[in-house]
């Protein structure tokens, strides 16, 4: 049957690139894709940061669509537990003691997802506090890889503004679902789960929620097409009912069309170091996490399992309620001008350390001329040139600062530069922050900063090796 009903429809659970080798889709890509739509609005939640507000924000107001940020913060309920016992001394990643507990290890180590978006600024500063504080207090994992969790207590201390979705299948209802048996790390099943005891920890969760979020607590469903999804998109209908819950459907949209999932999956086989074909590839092995259209998604529900025992009504409710977020969330506007911390007299610590380089390179260097965009200069007439424009432009602070970040980054050891048009900067060079001589090879300094620029913001590419 052709899909009669609307084509409106807000996808509130997304990736992009940002999300680490786990998104394929770039912020303009998906901008871009909603305009041709007509969609109103999209939100866009990395894993466990916010680190593409920025490019998100300027490529869905470029299109004049609503972007709201959120993100799908790392969740645990057991991480109160894991800080009292690393008080008292206890190392929880130890074999001995996850040997004696299998069970809390568990749920101690493993992290949930849950979707979180901002209705408004005071959620959006909220869920920024609680993303980077997860940083500060919250940072675990087992492996080389480190994940900073939010756990309940510290997400209600935090609440105001935020609208909580209940995750996707790994969040803490679907989870606790489709959870059959405790497993140790060998993969030796501890105890089984009855069918009672998931629904009671699902239902504990939802009140949970529901008591602390109110009306802006929904029950998220998906349908990806793995193991245990239909049990789960099932049964959380007939809770949400239940409970009194509204029900959203989400996408969890990792790239745009679904050939691009073979470009995801050997990203993740990256970031996990492992071959695309291994069978230790951690993949959802499902090519349904494209950017769909709600017809599509319709094409997915009706007359499959997932809509068993369901009708069309349920469909387009968990459509139009993400409609319903979308409107409860408002367009928030960012200042997006740099906000670079003013150093007290920089202009002339900025001549004074550049001066003392010069000095100490001694006459003979001073001395020797070169051909620089066109000009035939020496060091101290090249180093006047970009001095008076940096200062003009009012960017000594921002060299004083990069080059206490690189200072840094070479003092820690990292094989760590900058690179780019910075290259052609002498002052970048006597800063030690390029490790290039310039004037010795010709480079442009006008391509780095040509008199003509505005006074947007200067920038000096680095990177860092692992
Ligand atoms: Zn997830
Ligand atoms: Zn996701």
């Not at 949400?240 to 029900?247: D, G, L, S, Y």
């Not at 999956?265 to 230790?280: G, H, L, N, R, Y």
Request: a negative charge.
């Amino acid at each position: 049957m052709e899909y009669q009903g609307s084509s409106d429809f807000v996808h509130l659970h997304s990736h992009t690139l940002y999300s680490m080798l786990d998104g394929v889709a770039s912020p303009a890509q998906y901008a871009e894709a909603c305009y041709k739509r007509k969609y109103q609005a999209m939100a866009i939640t990395e894993h466990g940061h916010m680190a593409s507000v920025p490019e998100a924000y300027a490529a869905f107001k470029q299109y004049g669509i609503k972007y709201i940020p959120g993100c799908e913060i790392y969740y645990n309920d057991f991480e109160l537990k894991r800080q009292e016992l690393l008080a008292s001394g206890i190392n929880v990643r130890s074999q001995e003691w996850r040997k004696e507990n299998p069970e809390l290890a568990g749920r101690i180590i493993r992290n949930r997802h849950l979707t979180v978006i901002c209705k408004n600024k005071t959620g959006f500063e909220n869920l920024l506090k609680l993303t980077t504080q997860a940083y500060e207090t919250g940072l675990f994992g087992v492996s080389i890889k480190q994940y900073n969790r939010i756990w309940f207590e510290k997400l209600c201390e935090y609440r105001e503004g935020l609208i909580i979705l209940s995750g996707c299948l790994n969040g803490p209802v679907s989870h606790e679902l489709r959870t059959k048996s405790i497993v140790n790390k060998a993969g030796d099943v501890i105890r089984e789960i009855s069918r009672k005891e998931r629904l009671e920890n699902a239902i504990a969760n939802i009140k949970k929620f529901k008591e602390a979020f109110g009306e802006d607590y929904y029950i998220e469903l998906q349908m990806p097409g793995v193991e245990g999804d239909m049990f789960v998109f099932q049964t959380s209908i007939m809770l949400a009912e239940h409970f009194k819950i509204k029900t959203v459907l989400a996408n969890d949209s990792h790239y745009m069309e679904r050939k691009d999932f073979q470009i995801q999956k050997i990203m993740m086989a990256i970031a996990q170091d492992v071959t695309v074909d291994s069978p230790d590839l951690f993949h959802t092995n499902s090519d349904e996490q494209y950017f769909k259209q709600r017809s599509e998604l319709w094409s997915r529900y009706n007359g499959t399992e997932y809509s068993k025992g369901y009708t069309a009504r349920e469909f387009e409710l968990m459509c139009d309620h993400t409609l319903e977020i979308a409107d409860k969330c408002e367009n928030i506007e960012f200042d997006t001008d740099p906000k670079i911390p003013t150093i007290v007299d920089a202009d002339n610590e900025l001549r004074r350390l550049v001066a003392s380089k010069l000095i100490s390179l001694g006459l003979h260097k001073n001395e020797l001329k070169y051909l620089i965009d066109g000009r035939e200069v020496t060091y101290l007439d090249q180093a006047k040139i970009e001095l008076n424009r940096f200062i003009e432009k009012g960017f000594a602070s921002y060299f004083l600062i990069t080059k206490n970040i690189i200072e840094y980054g070479k003092e820690q050891g990292w094989p760590f530069t900058a690179r780019g048009s910075a290259g052609g900067s002498l002052i970048c060079y006597l800063l030690n922050i390029t490790s290039v001589d310039p004037l010795s090879w010709g480079l442009s300094f006008d391509r780095f900063l040509a008199p003509s620029r505005g006074g947007y913001m200067l920038n000096v590419k680095m990177t860092k090796g692992d």
